[in-house]
């Protein structure tokens, strides 16, 4: 079982519409999770991050997680053509205090 | 605030050769992470420096080294290039440490002949 693992996709939501992206991670014991968005040919930039159980909103997006699940997703509300990009899941396992990413979700809005 | 920045942007090597690529943190920020990325890997941690010390290290072969200076810039060492090191490799840095929100470089895009 790999450390993170996301659904690779690709994901394909009208624009409008609510994008829901998950991701589920190995350690228990991790503490910190983060999701980042990355275009084609960019480095990956900080979308959110959540440390608590339960939901933190920020504009259109919003983190979830549930530590006795171990899994932690990104809503999109009213996703536009410029939310299109691969979004990646990244969590600090405390085995090891390491930084693992998920492979990506690659997520298309159409217009 | 300036972002951080790596240089160079692109190079090309042929294998057996050594590479160097550098990075410059945002100010204040004291950790250093490393990743190389594929796209059938995606994005593996390489190493983490945090006050001139390596903190973390993932799993790579010691043909892949860094180190840290006093001003947290970072510089990372690939020696005996193989075709299979081409990659982006991007750096990241951080406050005090990957358990905080990390904010990445362009990247420098690295091929192997």
């Known amino acids: 079982q790999k450390e993170v693992e996301q659904n690779s996709g690709p994901l394909s939501v009208p624009e409008g519409a609510i994008a829901s992206l998950n991701c589920t991670y190995s350690d228990r014991g991790s503490q910190s999770f983060f999701w980042y968005r990355q275009y084609s040919g960019k480095s990956p930039e900080l979308i959110m991050f959540i440390y608590s159980n339960g939901d933190k909103e920020d504009g259109r997006f919003t983190a979830q997680l549930n530590k006795a699940s171990q899994y932690v997703s990104l809503l999109i509300r009213d996703s536009q053509p410029s939310d299109s990009a691969t979004y990646l899941c990244?969590?600090?396992?405390?085995?090891?205090?390491?930084?693992?990413f998920g492979t990506g979700t690659s997520l298309t809005v159409i217009p | 605030k300036a972002g951080v920045t790596q240089t160079p942007r692109y190079l090309i090597k042929t294998r057996g050769q050594q590479v160097t690529l550098s990075c410059s943190p945002i100010?204040?920020?004291?950790?250093v992470s490393w990743y190389q990325q594929t796209p059938g890997q995606g994005l593996q941690f390489l190493f983490e420096?945090?006050?001139?010390?390596?903190?973390n290290k993932g799993n790579f072969p010691g043909r892949f080294s860094g180190r840290q200076f006093s001003n947290s810039r970072s510089e990372m060492n690939v020696s005996t290039l193989e075709l299979g090191d081409s990659a982006l490799y991007l750096c990241a840095s951080s406050l005090q440490g990957s358990y905080n929100e990390q904010f990445f470089g362009p990247g420098t895009r690295l091929t192997v002949l």
């Open positions: 990244a969590v600090n396992l405390q085995l090891g205090n390491q930084f693992y």
């Open positions: 420096y945090f006050s001139e010390t390596q903190r």
């Open positions: 100010s204040g920020h004291r950790s």
